[in-house]
């Protein structure tokens, strides 16, 4: 028997939003939470005073089921042991982690002896099944998917492969989703529920500048590319964004473009930092990296995060436990 996401993560609704470092902000998390669906606070680099005043903010905006989203390959295994016990120690057990990427299995088993859930969110078969074996719900990104990319396949064949592979396991599905009906196409493919990343860049609630947000509601498709030019800060991984004169020309000189802020303290930003522009940034903001999905392309408003979750919301399982068959049946039509 499968349960749908909302039954493993004690939600309304079997929607998580993606903790998207800079944009996600605990306003945003809280919202969505507080919504039904799992929000998430994208944690980041953040550690010690500065990440206890995030989940200060996140635990006190928000009584539901929320998530800590973090980077392992971004601050390394030493820096993110001690991020999860931070988070571990600083907040209560309805407060799960994610992770974008695999941990290494010490964090598995770190995150299980508190008797926390584990979210991780994949880009291959191989990796898929392993987060699934350790108990983990899994999120299935497909290469239609806005910001860093862990993998080459297209969403649905990733939540199928995984389906035939792990009938158990609770399997969300990730990139490229910006309507209802396109969450439906999904949970058809075999997901438990979806995660979504930039329908959230354009709520209220959101801290990405307000230009980055305009510039979503206002590309297709067709305005995203992938590459490698956004590297500052995060190397060694495509992503996909809106086209910018930096993607055009990456053989630019590397200067500073902005200023942003984090967590209150200042900060240069370079042309390919791998930062996106917040409404704390100032600069060329068209530039840098606005992180965006083949979802823009169905995402025409900006409305708050409760309306996102109330639209999803009814196509998307609640927290029942079902069969294989019988989810599969009820979204094939
Ligand atoms: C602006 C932006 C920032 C992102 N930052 C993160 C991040 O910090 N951590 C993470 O796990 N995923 C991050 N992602 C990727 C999402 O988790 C997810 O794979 C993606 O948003 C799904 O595709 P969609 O944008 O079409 O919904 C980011 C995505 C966007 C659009």
């Known amino acids: 028997m499968r349960a749908s996401a909302a039954g493993v993560l ?7 939003q993606s ?18 669906a799992a929000g998430c606070a994208g944690g980041y680099k953040l ?13 006190e905006g928000t009584d539901r089921s929320v998530g800590v989203n973090l980077i392992p390959e971004v601050v390394g295994p030493v820096e993110l042991r001690r991020q999860v016990a931070q988070v571990l120690h600083e907040t209560p057990e309805r407060v799960h982690l ?6 290494e299995e010490a964090v598995f088993d770190q ?21 699934a074996a350790r108990g983990a719900v899994v999120v299935a990104q497909g290469v239609e998917a806005g910001g860093h990319l862990l993998g080459t ?23 490229g989703i910006g309507s209802p009906e396109e969450a439906r196409r999904a949970l058809a493919a075999g997901a438990d529920g979806v995660l979504l990343g930039t329908a959230f860049v354009v709520a209220h609630e959101s801290r990405a500048h307000p230009r980055f947000k305009s510039a979503v509601i206002g590309a297709e498709e067709s305005d995203t590319v992938i590459t490698d030019v956004y590297e500052i800060g995060w190397p060694g991984r495509r992503h996909r964004v809106l086209a910018t004169a930096v993607t055009a020309d990456p053989h630019q000189p590397a200067k500073f473009i902005g200023r942003t802020e984090v967590e209150g303290k200042p900060y240069l930003v370079p042309r390919f930092s791998a930062a996106v522009p917040t409404e704390a940034t100032s600069g060329r ?9 083949h979802s823009c392309g169905a995402i025409a408003d900006q409305v708050p995060a ?4 109330a639209a999803y919301a009814r196509v998307l399982p609640g927290a029942e436990v079902v069969s294989s068959r019988e989810r599969a049946q009820s979204y094939a039509g």
Do not use: K, W
Request: charged residues 15%; hydrophobic residues 50%.
């Open 306 to 309: 409760a309306d996102v979750v």
């Open 111 to 131: 995150v299980a002896a508190a008797g926390r859930r584990t979210v991780v969110q994949v880009g291959t078969v191989e990796d898929g099944v392993h987060a």
């Open 153 to 175: 396949s297209r969403r649905d064949d990733l939540v199928g492969a995984l389906r035939a592979l792990v009938p158990d396991a609770c399997v969300v599905a990730s990139g």
């Open 285 to 293: 903001i068209e530039e840098m990296a606005l992180y965006c999905g």
């Open 19 to 36: 903790g998207m470092g800079g944009v996600a902000g605990t306003e945003l998390a809280c919202a969505v939470s507080n919504a039904g």
């Open 47 to 59: 550690v010690g005073g500065a990440l206890s005043a995030m989940l200060e903010r996140l635990t």
């Open 98 to 103: 994610s992770f974008f990427g695999m941990p």
């Open 10 to 16: 004690g939600l309304e609704t079997s929607l998580l």
